[in-house]
């Protein structure tokens, strides 16, 4: 008797427990339970860190250091110790940037889905310049690097792309505003802050902003692996404008056409390409390889 009562028990609290539905509907309830899509209905899209953040130990350490006007709050795990916690916060106190310590659970609720190491920072919008101001406001007789991006979507490529950019010397990077990765958290993050500091030009059609280009008396040089020209037989002149094309498609025909010249990088047999971030790297020393050694 008293094990009949026990199995009677069971079943009473199963129901009391079970989850309405339609008989067979078994795994619409499990999934349910779970935080599964309902039937009918797509899954959550999982969230992104906001695009005014930047995060991780040295892109947020280099940006309180390099640009502290921009920072406008820091936000440090409190299981963050030293010593670059106190290189942090001496970087902080110097640039005079509001720092806060957090719980490590409200960094996580902060940057989900990202290795934030502790450390995150919001930071002032990435100010976006026109092209013809800015070029109006380029002296005429000095040399000049711009980089022109045909369509680059990676936000990680384009970030690389700027802070390579600032390491190689050129004047601004300039990018179209649709069907593009633009200059938000991540792309300021794998810049390590030189998106703040690079200006970023913003244009509506690129083949545009290439006569643009020219007419400012820019010589116009697309990087495309079908071109016969080599990069190591064409020395850039003092006013160049690289134009870089998308990570798959590279630069489109239009644009291409409209470029003064196109050059191919070489690379061994077995490589079909390289990443778009890495082969303008490598234009962009070639030009500041030239102005070191006064070429022009």
């Not at 008989?23 to 969230?47: F, I, L, V």
Request: proline content about 7%; charged content about 25%.
């Amino acid at each position: 008797m008293r094990e009949k009562r026990e199995r009677a028990d069971r079943r009473e609290g199963e129901k009391k427990f079970r989850r309405p539905g339609k008989p067979g509907s078994a795994g619409n309830r499990e999934n349910r339970s779970e935080g599964g899509p309902r039937p009918g209905r797509g899954a959550a899209p999982a969230r992104e860190p906001a695009d005014d953040l930047c995060w991780g130990r040295q892109p947020v350490l280099d940006l309180v250091r390099a640009s502290p006007g921009r920072c406008v709050k820091l936000v440090i795990a409190n299981n963050v110790r030293p010593p670059f916690l106190d290189e942090l916060v001496d970087a902080a106190r110097a640039g005079r940037v509001v720092y806060q310590m957090t719980a490590p659970e409200a960094l996580n609720a902060l940057c989900p889905r990202v290795r934030h190491q502790g450390v995150a920072c919001r930071v002032t919008e990435v100010k976006l310049l026109e092209l013809t101001s800015f070029l109006n406001g380029l002296p005429k007789n000095e040399p000049a690097l711009l980089v022109l991006l045909d369509h680059i979507e990676d936000p990680r490529n384009l970030g690389a792309v700027v802070r390579s950019a600032e390491a190689a010397g050129a004047a601004a990077v300039v990018f179209p505003k649709r069907r593009s990765a633009l200059p938000g958290g991540t792309v300021v993050k794998v810049s390590a802050g030189a998106a703040l500091r690079v200006p970023m030009i913003s244009v509506v059609n690129v083949t545009r902003a290439v006569e643009q280009l020219k007419d400012a008396g820019f010589w116009t040089v697309g990087l495309d692996h079908n071109a016969l020209p080599s990069l190591w037989d064409a020395p850039f002149p003092a006013r160049t404008a690289l134009v870089v094309g998308a990570e798959d498609e590279g630069i489109s025909r239009l644009v291409g056409e409209s470029c003064d010249q196109l050059l191919h990088i070489p690379i061994e047999s077995g490589v079909d390409s390289l990443n778009a971030s890495v082969a303008a790297a490598i234009a962009m020393f070639e030009w500041a390889k030239a102005r070191y050694f006064k070429v022009y």
